[in-house]
């Protein structure tokens, strides 16, 4: 069902950069799944990269951040082979590359966030949720999202 | 009781701004209360700005904190109805808003901690805890905290 | 049999700095471990200090995390006396003190999680991870990481 609606979406999910670190990209804990940070991507699985308050602006932004939500669906259906386990969002700490004046990263973050709303809904969509600005992060992608969600 | 003490010392939860974002302000799972990153606000719910190291210091900081744990409270009180539903706090991360060279994160984030400790006392109010640096937050806002807590 | 594996690999545990902040270092909730953001320190237990892209390079940021991979085994040992409780890692959140150019984060917080590979093994060695770039930490440390395990 949650293929069919990113299919009804227009969306994809993007190729999996392979990871250069000693982590997993999805774990499984009784009822929770936990996300690594996953960074952002474009469906090829090349980074989209930059400071957002220099070098993106909030629309490129939210797409940097959807991808990452995007991202975390390709590695929850490598994990578990199927995204209709996944009950409702939890949690995700949205992490934005930005120069030190950016004050919209709510914004930005909401391109993930409307995405889980959209596949679902409104209650089990919605998490709680931190947006905020990073110095830096790795290979200067735009935007990193960590986020644990809870399963059937 | 949780409400008798925030009078006895004379504080007061602070009007919680419209929340621009797609996110839940708390969220229970089983015996868990999750916060979302709650930002430092004043008691009409004005934002307290600025980065620490350059803009406030260490008192104004530790204000900014306390002001991010109290809207907490009004968070959990809009949505549980009852301060006393909480047991003890299990985990903050505490985000400030600095200047690179700043280096007193944790005398900051005690404006907090020092709340909850007054609130649930010295084993209770103590949970784990990062208090870190952030490049960039939003609407500028001095500190900005999520939090984990256990339910009665 | 982790304080052997320990020895075998010639390291040794931290002292702990005395903590200034208001919070537990560890924490136990039913099967989970939470630790705080724990610190690079040097065995003496000084800090280990400075940013990376900066100050210091891939071979030392990865020795400052390591450190706070060895700090976190310090407080566990002072808490619950064992390090053999531990069953495997859930999650850690590596936080490197970095310029705002800087794009290696994973290869530094491998230091860690290296560490806890060797001491745990392949799978239960590896939680999910985000390695990111914070603009500032305490007492300008290399690298601060918090985590959570889960106990047998």
């Given at each position: 069902m949650i293929e069919e609606k990113l299919a009804q979406l227009g969306l994809t999910l993007p190729q999996l950069p392979?990871?250069?670190?000693?982590?997993?990209?999805c774990l499984v804990d009784g009822k929770h799944l936990y996300l690594s940070g996953h960074v952002s991507v474009n469906s090829d699985g090349s980074y989209i990269t930059g400071k957002l308050g220099?070098?993106?602006?909030e629309a490129q932004g939210q797409i940097a951040a959807r991808q990452c939500g995007l991202a975390m669906l390709a590695s929850i259906k490598n994990h578990l082979?199927?995204?209709?386990?996944v009950k409702r969002v939890i949690k995700i700490l949205g992490m934005v590359n930005a120069?030190?004046?950016?004050?919209k990263h709510p914004l930005v973050i909401n391109g993930c966030s409307e995405l889980f709303v959209q596949l679902w809904g409104d209650d089990n969509g919605k998490g709680v949720r931190s947006a905020v600005g990073m110095g830096s992060l790795p290979a200067n992608v735009a935007v990193e999202i960590e986020a644990i969600f809870e399963l059937h």
């Amino acid at each position: 069902m949650i293929e069919e609606k990113l299919a009804q979406l227009g969306l994809t999910l993007p190729q999996l950069p392979v990871s250069k670190g000693i982590y997993k990209s999805c774990l499984v804990d009784g009822k929770h799944l936990y996300l690594s940070g996953h960074v952002s991507v474009n469906s090829d699985g090349s980074y989209i990269t930059g400071k957002l308050g220099k070098d993106l602006d909030e629309a490129q932004g939210q797409i940097a951040a959807r991808q990452c939500g995007l991202a975390m669906l390709a590695s929850i259906k490598n994990h578990l082979g199927d995204l209709d386990n996944v009950k409702r969002v939890i949690k995700i700490l949205g992490m934005v590359n930005a120069t030190p004046e950016y004050d919209k990263h709510p914004l930005v973050i909401n391109g993930c966030s409307e995405l889980f709303v959209q596949l679902w809904g409104d209650d089990n969509g919605k998490g709680v949720r931190s947006a905020v600005g990073m110095g830096s992060l790795p290979a200067n992608v735009a935007v990193e999202i960590e986020a644990i969600f809870e399963l059937h």
